[in-house]
């Protein structure tokens, strides 16, 4: 695509407005525009989708959620630019290029947190990702700094004169942009392959997804080969840059690949939203003429495993269940999540409420530091109190039901070699 700052399907056609004549050609319906108000109008309801129904996984939804944004903007000034609307919106013009060059860093940095849970948290690191975008915040700046009046004169003389989107004017995006910009999403859409075929290799990888990864990467490689495509056409022949872009094959068929992109956001919830389907009872199991009661209990219910392999991170791997008075709520505080889908993960994929299940793990970790000898150096008050417990009646309560015996009758048995029978916890 022409001038990735400002166009969806040809990076500097972006820029390109049409002249007088030209613009009379433009038929109100024109397929092209059609097609792109379409795949904008579905990109925007899948951003509110993920806003609204996606917060459990905060951060893997604002990588998914910005790449969106950006083809959608991209989207937005292309039908601007090349109706010659931009005139009216100059504000607009020239703003996008930063983010167009996030694109394909998102979507390679969320398919691998969504394929490898060790990258479903923001990393420092992950900025590297970004840092190809500093040459385009600095190419627009001067456009940028310019009053209203005066971006009103560049835009409308972009409108009038094809040839000054091409022009060494420092309020135009620099034309190696055109290249370098398709060139680094093509490259990020390779790794992304790349780990969806890594993916592919592990048996605990849902097949289905794979596929879809691999699709969904497909169309990307498509659309961003064929943006590279445009800007060697344009480049070389800019006199007929309106028929490359309103009639020719290349532009028509990506504009059908970006319809596509965005209506396959709907057929994967399962990697989107981190929902799969978890069996309570083994279909062999239900008779024909169970019970009401029973055939609803072995009904499927929804486990979002993302949530449970964040929280049990969380809690196990960061040790939060030894935090003194640790409630549910503000264990969901902690971990950006609603308190009531906090509760249904307990409920439903624990089988616990959430105080058995925290106290639990402290009986865990008593034991395990019984069985290594500290009650040598500190008393089992102390040792509770260290694991999370804040009374004596609480440990001692929740050791019996867990162990089924005393704490005092567990610690003997250690002194005298005669521990007590593990019970998993």
């Known amino acids: 695509m022409p001038n990735p700052c400002e166009n969806t399907f040809s990076a500097k056609s972006m ?3 049409l002249n007088f004549d030209s613009l009379t050609k433009i ?3 024109h397929p092209i525009f059609l097609t792109v108000i379409g795949a904008i109008f579905i990109l925007s309801v899948v951003i509110v989708k993920l806003l609204l129904y996606g917060r459990d996984k905060f951060y893997l939804n604002f990588l998914l959620s910005l790449a969106i944004a950006g083809i959608a903007w991209y989207g937005l000034i292309y039908l601007l630019t090349n109706s010659g609307l931009i005139k009216d919106y100059p504000y607009l013009f020239n703003k996008g290029l ?3 060059y996030t694109i394909a860093p998102c979507l390679f940095l969320y398919f691998r947190g969504s394929l490898n849970k060790e990258y479903a948290v923001f990393r420092p690191s992950h900025l590297l990702h970004f840092l190809i975008a500093i040459p385009a915040v600095i190419s627009i700046i001067p456009y940028n700094m310019l009053s209203y009046a005066a971006q009103h004169e560049v835009v409308s003389r972009v409108v009038a004169d094809v040839e000054f989107a ?4 420092e309020y135009i995006v620099e034309p190696w942009h055109w290249y370098v910009f398709p060139i680094s999403a093509l490259i990020y859409t390779i790794l992304q392959i790349r ?6 290799k592990q048996q605990k990888q849902n097949k289905q997804t794979i596929k879809w990864i691999y699709f969904f990467s497909a169309v990307c490689f498509v659309i961003f080969a064929g943006m590279l ?6 480049l070389q022949n800019r006199s007929n840059i309106w028929s490359i872009l309103h009639e020719g094959s290349v532009v028509i068929f990506l ?11 709907f057929l994967n919830p399962e990697l989107i939203y981190g929902f799969t389907k978890k069996a309570v009872a083994d279909s062999q199991n239900i008779q024909t003429d169970a019970l009401p009661l029973a055939e609803e209990k072995a009904k499927p219910k929804m486990v979002d495993t993302n949530l449970a392999e964040q929280v049990a991170h969380a809690i196990k791997e960061k040790e939060l269940f030894r935090r003194p ?8 505080s902690a971990l950006e999540i609603q308190n009531h889908k906090l509760s249904e993960l307990f409920n439903n994929h624990y089988k616990l409420n959430f105080s058995t299940y925290i106290n639990n793990l402290r009986i865990e970790y008593i034991k395990t530091r019984l069985d290594q000898g500290d009650w040598k150096q500190l008393t089992l008050e102390a040792i509770a109190l260290d694991a999370g417990f804040s009374s004596r009646n609480t440990f001692f309560n929740a050791f019996k039901k867990v162990m089924h015996t005393t704490p005092s009758v567990y610690l003997s048995a250690l002194k005298d070699d005669k521990k007590p029978q593990n019970v998993t916890v």
């Open 98 to 100: 930063p983010f167009y």
């Open 15 to 17: 820029l390109i407005m």
């Open 166 to 169: 091409f022009s060494d004017s």
């Open 325 to 332: 008075g640790l409630n549910l709520s503000e264990l969901a």
């Open 195 to 200: 780990l969806a075929y890594r993916a592919s």
């Open 27 to 29: 038929k109100p319906l």
């Open 255 to 265: 504009c059908f690949c970006l319809l596509v992109l965005s209506f396959m956001f």
């Open 229 to 234: 495509v445009i800007n060697v056409s344009i």
